[in-house]
């Protein structure tokens, strides 16, 4: 679920609305786009600085931790034209599913309080969405959260060896490290501990039983995979 807000400092006359793409991997995620017209700022500031990822989820957090949602992960994507800014919001387990109110909610609120703290160049784009089957895995409690769920951990370069990208279903998480329980040959599986600041890149990669005791801890409803996509 994804709301977008194209901020652009002499828009004017725009209307509402939202458009619908089919969901990817069966995941049940419907995307919608909403646009609104921005208030005119005065002043040329094509120049400005793109703030970091630090100052923005400073500013953000606070939003969305307000309306009972959780900050998942803050996102800056440079472009020559315009900044894409992108938020990742979520529910803590059990209190139901990220629905297109919250993304709009936190995109408006957000949006008002970046032309206030003046931070972002002239022209950006702020998307704010659910996270998705493959949501980011960025910090200890999410390992911790989503043990007995497969991931797809992509290491950073070690000395020259080669990079390793491994899946497999995520263990306990110790001070250590996350353990990540690989299958081997002939059908045997061993876990593999690895220290949380070698991870580069990881994701949740859940299969379809997974996806739904995710949904359902939610309060969502079980989904069904059919020629790739999803059937209610």
């Not at 709301?3 to 002499?10: I, P, Q, V």
């Amino acid at each position: 679920m994804t709301t977008g807000r194209s901020n652009r400092r002499a828009s004017s006359g725009a209307a509402n609305h939202a458009t619908r793409t089919p969901p990817t991997r069966g995941c049940g995620d419907v995307r919608a786009t909403a646009t609104a017209p921005s208030v005119p700022r005065p002043g040329p500031r094509a120049g400005s600085a793109v703030p970091g990822t630090e100052r923005l989820t400073e500013l953000t957090r606070p939003i969305v931790e307000a309306i009972g949602l959780e900050l998942v992960d803050v996102e800056v994507q440079p472009g020559s034209r315009r900044v894409r800014l992108r938020v990742t919001i979520d529910r803590p387990t059990g209190v139901g599913n990220v629905s297109l109110d919250d993304c709009t909610n936190v995109s408006r609120r957000l949006d008002a309080l970046l032309d206030v703290e003046d931070v972002m160049p002239n022209a950006y784009v702020l998307e704010v969405s659910s996270p998705g089957m493959n949501r980011p895995l960025l910090r200890r409690s999410d390992y911790e959260r989503f043990a007995g769920v497969h991931a797809r951990l992509r290491l950073k370069d070690d000395g020259g060896a080669p990079r390793q990208t491994l899946v497999g279903v995520i263990g306990t998480t110790t001070d250590e490290g996350v353990e990540l329980i690989v299958p081997r040959k002939g059908g045997a599986s061993e876990g593999v501990r690895i220290p949380i600041d070698r991870v580069e890149r990881a994701t949740l990669d859940p299969t379809l039983e997974e996806w739904n005791r995710l949904g359902q801890a939610q309060g969502g409803e079980a989904i069904e995979w059919k020629d790739g996509e999803e059937t209610p």
